[in-house]
T-cell receptor
Framework: EAAVTQSPRNKVAVTGGKVTLSCNQT?????MYWYRQDTGHGLRLIHY???????EKGDIPDGYKASRPSQENFSLILELATPSQTSVYFC???????????????FGAGTRLSVL | GDSVTQTEGQVALSEEDFLTIHCNYS??????LFWYVQYPGEGPQFLFR?????EKGSSRGFEATYDKGTTSFHLRKASVQESDSAVYYC??????????FGAGTKLSVKP
């Protein structure tokens, strides 16, 4: 069964600290995405990738970096975490027929991050 | 840029009620439109999609029809159950851009 696994599931960080959220997929999908979920805003796109070695900025990239070292792994990095980055973060891989436009997204279970 | 608007932030119904969640989009051409559902403690999961005008997508008793004239893809279900309580997201895929999601609608169904 296709799977997207996120780690850690919960994280408490201090302001100014570095945080790395990891994502692994076994779907063999080229496309991977990071979203954050906040009440009233839904899912907002932070960074995405079309394949190993590539990263693209989404709609809210400020304060975040992304890394795609392999087809399977996609990380989200907060170099200097701030309380405004407290949120639930979801990773997804995208695949299926019909091209990227029709990609079905498969999500991980999420990482709940609190920055104190 | 491309965007999706969900009108209702929360919907409260009783079992066997009719459900409508409104979704309107803004994009040129013919984007692909999706509905995802998220249960508590889980990530969103794909419900169904449509990619052409007048195409109907459906799954698990839910359905929506792509309407380019009104730029809409409203989610409907004839008779909701308590187990349908979840957050529903409308999403848009366009060209090779990453999918964009609406703000979500929380559905609560009373037994």
């Amino acid at each position: 069964e296709a799977a997207v696994t996120q780690s850690p599931r919960n994280k408490v960080a201090v302001t100014g600290g570095k945080v790395t959220l990891s994502c692994n997929q076994t779907n063999n999908h080229n496309n991977m995405y990071w979203y954050r979920q906040d009440t009233g805003h839904g899912l907002r796109l932070i960074h995405y990738s079309y394949g190993a070695g590539s990263t693209e900025k989404g709609d809210i990239p400020d304060g975040y970096k992304a890394s795609r070292p392999s087809q399977e792994n996609f990380s989200l990095i907060l170099e200097l975490a701030t309380p405004s980055q407290t949120s639930v973060y979801f990773c997804a891989s995208g695949g299926g027929t019909g091209g990227a436009r029709q990609n079905t997204l498969y999500f991980g279970a999420g990482t709940r991050l609190s920055v104190l | 840029g491309d965007s999706v608007t969900q009108t209702e932030g929360q919907v409260a119904l009783s079992e066997e009620d009719f459900l409508t969640i409104h979704c309107n989009y803004s994009a040129s051409g013919y984007p692909a439109l999706f509905w995802y559902v998220q249960y508590p403690g889980e990530g969103p999961q794909f419900l169904f999609r449509a990619s052409r005008d007048k195409e109907k997508g459906s799954s698990r008793g839910f359905e929506a029809t792509y309407d380019k004239g009104t730029t809409s893809f409203h989610l409907r279900k004839a008779s909701v159950q308590e187990s349908d309580s979840a957050v529903y997201y409308c999403a848009l895929g366009h060209n090779n851009n990453a999918p964009r999601f609406g703000a979500g609608t929380k559905l609560s169904v009373k037994p």
